[in-house]
């Protein structure tokens, strides 16, 4: 599976950015797909995910503000962040998984890919 992202760039505090991340190749092997962060030096964290039928999980930081979606029928997922704050600039990831049957977003490290990062830089 190869992850392409998109969408990131420079915004004001309080503005709005739409990430997108279009999967190809084996997607029948993945049902999560994730958005993570990682800004300069800090460990990278989890934003948003998304699995089969539309569950959704979201970091306590971002929960009313960003919301992830996903295009089945297009291989798409969505970012849309809004109300952004200097502290949500990072490097932003796309991730694709598959899980096991029963723990939904369990990773093991199987069927378990990366795209390239999109930077989001908000200023103050």
């Known amino acids: 599976v190869q992850l392409q992202a998109s969408g990131g760039g420079l915004v004001q505090a309080g503005g709005s950015l739409r990430l997108s991340c279009t999967a190809s190749?084996?997607?029948?092997?993945?049902?999560?797909m994730a958005w993570y962060r990682q800004a300069p030096g800090k460990e990278r964290e989890l934003v948003a995910r998304?699995?089969?039928?539309?569950?959704?999980d979201y970091a306590e930081s971002v929960k009313g503000r960003f919301t992830i979606s996903r295009d089945n029928a297009k291989h798409l997922v969505y970012l849309q962040m809004t109300s952004l704050k200097p502290e949500d600039t990072a490097v932003y990831y796309c991730?694709?998984?598959?899980?096991?049957?029963?723990?939904?977003?369990?990773?093991?490290?199987?069927?378990?890919?990366w795209g390239q990062g999109t930077q989001v830089t908000v200023s103050s």
């Open positions: 190749g084996s997607i029948g092997s993945i049902n999560v």
């Open positions: 998304t699995a089969t039928y539309g569950v959704t």
């Open positions: 991730s694709a998984y598959k899980s096991p049957y029963g723990s939904i977003w369990m990773r093991l490290g199987t069927n378990d890919y």
